[in-house]
């Protein structure tokens, strides 16, 4: 089976840093990928992880320790533009095309 | 930049009428998906699909749902009966398909679907 879990909500101010954390059971591995969802609006597509270690592109990092099964998304220099649903994904062991997401984080980024 | 536009954005239907949601993919992929979510909850897998069939399907994908490309750049979910619990965005993905082993989806705007 699989499984994905992350935390509910969490909330920062503007301009601080937040780690967002994501555990994954899966039956095999075929990456992570973090999604940014603003209420209302189609998932975006931020990172894709599926070697271990950090993966830097501008103010957001994801990092991933598959031994651990576990990632995390780092959003850095917050903004209020960043408050947001972050969804956690994995890949379907069967197809590698179906994704599996978690609930998702809120994240809410007050001033 | 390409993306992926689905239309309509807001679809309002009574219970037991057919509905059909659009979608174009990128223009140089070759695997398509349907998605959806109900308020509040998260994303599901509905459909992929791949050269003109579907190659996966989850349990929600039953009878009542279809997909079809009817041309070379549309995409259509069709749910032949609508039940109240069919409300939710439905949201379509394509992806390169490049035969490797996972490749990113992008997602398209969504279409919400109200069941009366």
């Known amino acids: 089976g699989q499984n994905i879990d992350q935390p509910t909500e969490m909330t920062a101010t503007e301009g601080a840093i937040v780690q967002i954390n994501c555990t994954y059971q899966t039956s095999g591995f075929n990456g992570l990928f973090w999604y940014q969802q603003h209420a209302g609006e189609a998932p975006t597509f931020l990172s894709y992880?599926?070697?271990?270690g950090l993966e830097e592109k501008g103010r957001f990092s994801s990092f991933l320790s598959r031994s651990k099964g576990y990632s995390y998304l780092l959003l850095k220099e917050l903004q209020m533009k960043d408050s947001a649903s972050y969804l956690c994904?994995?890949?379907?062991?069967?197809?590698?095309?179906?994704?599996?997401f978690g609930t998702g984080t809120r994240l809410l980024v007050s001033p | 930049e390409p993306e992926v536009t689905q239309t309509p954005s807001h679809q309002v239907t009574q219970m037991g009428q057919e509905v059909i949601l659009r979608c174009v993919p990128i223009?140089?992929?070759?695997?398509f998906y349907w998605y959806r979510q109900i308020l509040g909850q998260k994303v599901e897998f509905l459909v992929s699909?791949?050269?003109?069939?579907?190659?996966?399907k989850s349990e929600i994908f039953d009878d009542q749902f279809s997909v079809e490309r009817p041309d070379g750049s549309n995409f259509t979910l069709k749910i032949r009966s609508t039940k109240l619990e069919d409300s939710a965005m439905y949201f379509c993905?394509?992806?390169?398909?490049?035969?490797?082993?996972?490749?990113?989806?992008?997602f398209g705007p969504g279409t919400r679907l109200t069941v009366l």
């Open positions: 223009s140089n992929h070759l695997y």
């Open positions: 994904a994995a890949p379907m062991n069967t197809g590698f095309q179906k994704l599996v």
């Open positions: 993905a394509s992806s390169e398909g490049l035969g490797l082993r996972t490749d990113t989806q992008y």
């Open positions: 992880n599926v070697l271990d």
């Open positions: 699909f791949y050269n003109n069939e579907i190659s996966e």
